[in-house]
């Protein structure tokens, strides 16, 4: 089945897609973007996502590229085109194309790219057994706050976790305290039974799905915080695991040479991912 992707206006095959040479993101990563997990049929925290879109924007000082229901429309006929139930919707803003300069260009329209790629619901394996991740050094720009395209430290990132056979690479700052992973967020709950996750702001980006998992632990009654925590603490933990809108909640059994408690996914972390899913049962549906 042929892909469609959209590009400014235009429907286009996959394979024929392109921007212009001068786009603003090509040439300094000038824009932003947002994935949105659609999940059979279902547009996942859809508003959330383009809440923080909007958001990422103004940080940067960029326009929107069309209105934000006109967004929608267009997001659910590329669905649509692409006849997939289940997969991701990645969407990208860029300040546009002009001449290569520095500074912002004047009088120039926003660019606008949209996607779907299937994607193969959640592994079992990585429900039963959990996942391996490293601890790397941040060395990411100071907003990760604002989801721009600018990735090369997570490229670089996910690279050396590929390397050692792990699945994510969680960052440590320069005080040693772990901010989040190269394309998620980082959770440990104590041996009393609390949830923890790095605090909001400038040192990480505000996950949906982070923000998800907030209020579904709230409603199970399970205690939470929000405050720092070290790799050696996550080592310690009763139970470790990460968040991201493509893979809900995934335990975490190691973290490099060191097994989490047992080796197997904890208890807490089962009951927060079928939850999570039971959550996205209950969207509505977006593409009949």
Same mark, same amino acid.
């Given at each position: ?8 206006g235009?429907?286009?095959d ?19 973007y ?12 859809? $508003?959330?996502?383009?809440d923080? *879109?909007?958001?990422?924007?103004r ?12 967004m ?20 990208q ?9 520095? !500074? ?21 394996e ?14 990411r720009w !100071?907003?990760p706050?604002? !989801?721009?395209?600018a *990735?090369?430290?997570?490229v670089?990132?996910?690279q ?14 320069? $005080?040693?305290?772990?901010t989040?992973?190269?394309s ?6 104590t041996?009393?039974?609390? *949830?923890?996750t790095?605090p909001?702001?400038? $040192? ?5 799905t982070?923000?998800?998992?907030i ?5 199970l ?10 790799? $050696?603490?996550?080592?310690a ?16 059994t190691r ?8 080796? !197997? ?7 927060l ?10 969207e509505?549906?977006?593409v009949p």
């Amino acid at each position: 089945m042929p892909r469609i992707a959209y590009v400014n206006g235009r429907y286009l095959d996959h394979r024929h897609a392109a921007v212009h040479v001068e786009d603003r993101g090509y040439q300094f990563a000038d824009g932003v973007y947002e994935v949105i997990n659609l999940y059979r049929n279902r547009l996942i925290d859809e $508003d959330a996502h383009l809440d923080r *879109l909007d958001r990422s924007l103004r940080e940067l000082q960029m326009d929107w590229p069309m209105s934000r229901q006109a967004m929608k429309v267009i997001m659910r006929e590329l669905v649509r085109q692409n006849r997939y139930a289940t997969g991701l919707v990645y969407i990208q803003v860029t300040r546009g194309v002009a001449p290569r300069d520095h !500074k912002f260009p004047e009088d120039v329209r926003s660019a606008l790219v949209m996607t779907v790629r299937p994607m193969l619901e959640f592994p079992a394996e990585m429900i039963e057994d959990g996942v391996k991740i490293i601890v790397i050094d941040d060395m990411r720009w !100071k907003r990760p706050d604002i !989801k721009a395209i600018a *990735l090369l430290p997570n490229v670089m990132g996910k690279q050396m976790a590929a390397e050692e056979g792990a699945f994510e690479a969680w960052m440590r700052d320069a $005080d040693g305290f772990i901010t989040e992973g190269t394309s998620s967020n980082a959770w440990i709950v104590t041996a009393a039974g609390t *949830l923890i996750t790095h605090p909001e702001g400038q $040192d990480i980006l505000r996950g949906i799905t982070r923000q998800e998992i907030i209020a579904l632990a709230d409603e199970l009654g399970i205690p939470f915080e929000e405050r720092k925590f070290t790799a $050696d603490e996550a080592s310690a933990a009763r139970e470790v695991f990460m968040s991201n809108s493509s893979h809900f909640v995934t335990p975490v059994t190691r973290i490099g040479d060191v097994t989490i408690a047992n080796g !197997k996914p904890g208890s807490l972390s089962l009951a927060l991912h079928e939850r999570y899913l039971q959550f996205m049962e209950s969207e509505p549906f977006a593409v009949p």
